[in-house]
């Protein structure tokens, strides 16, 4: 069965320093999300994209964060100046279609900002 | 607001029993309902989800989960418990009737299953 597929696992961090968050959807794929799981916490929605754009965004996705789809399979999250706070754990997610189809997961990257 | 409440936040049973999740939304017109499991260092896995027509759906690995618009709730059940069902189960919910696809989580409840 097809995955999402998120690298890499752990990323270990300074704070202040810029980190990419990669993430190769489903091929089939159209819709691409992003959340984040603070340990101990709810899953969080972040920013959904789609047709190389963002569709939506939280409020917790500020100016410090970035999405790209560089190329026809990744999917990036980008954080430009990571402070203590975003240490989480990513999700990458994608769908079919919006909705009324189920969004697929990846497994997670979990992220520790020192 | 939107929102989405998974009251136990903790469960325990023994092998063989059965286990019902309680999951509580409040939400717009048609809701999307989805049950999403995870374990211990592992991603999302879908376990089922309710777009519209019965009610009743079906999952894997013998879970089920009943819509009670009434209630508004979307409970999870199993008639025996595995020991690998040991997880953490989280609701989560859509609606396209705010013009966004995103899904909004409960906090989870986390699942214990003793032999």
């Known amino acids: 069965e097809p995955e999402v597929t998120q690298t890499p696992s752990h990323q270990v961090t300074q704070m202040g320093q810029e980190v990419i968050l990669r993430c190769v959807p489903i091929?089939?794929?159209?819709?691409f999300y992003w959340y984040r799981q603070i340990l101990g916490q709810k899953v969080e929605f972040l920013v959904s994209f789609y047709n190389n754009e963002i569709s939506e965004k939280s409020e917790i996705f500020d100016d410090q964060f970035s999405v790209e789809r560089p190329d026809g399979s990744n999917f990036t999250l980008k954080i430009r100046s990571t402070k203590l706070e975003d240490s989480a754990m990513y999700f990458c997610?994608?769908?079919?279609?919006?909705?009324?189809?189920?969004?697929?997961f990846g497994d997670g990257t979990r992220l520790s900002i020192l | 607001a939107q929102s989405v409440t998974q009251p136990d936040i903790h469960i325990t049973v023994s092998e063989g029993a059965s286990l019902e999740l309680r999951c509580n939304y409040s939400?717009?017109?048609?809701?999307?309902l989805f049950w999403y499991v995870q374990s211990p260092g592992q991603g999302l896995q879908l376990l089922l989800k309710y777009f519209s027509g019965d009610t009743l759906v079906q999952g894997i690995k013998g879970f089920e989960a009943e819509f009670k618009r009434s209630q508004s709730s979307f409970n999870l059940r199993k008639p025996s418990v595995h020991w690998s069902d040991a997880a953490e189960y989280f609701c989560a919910v859509g609606d396209l009737s705010y013009n966004t696809d995103k899904l909004i989580f409960g906090t989870g409840t986390r699942l214990q299953v003793f032999p």
């Open positions: 939400y717009g017109a048609t809701p999307y």
């Open positions: 091929s089939n794929h159209l819709y």
């Open positions: 997610a994608s769908a079919f279609r919006d909705s009324n189809q189920p969004q697929h």
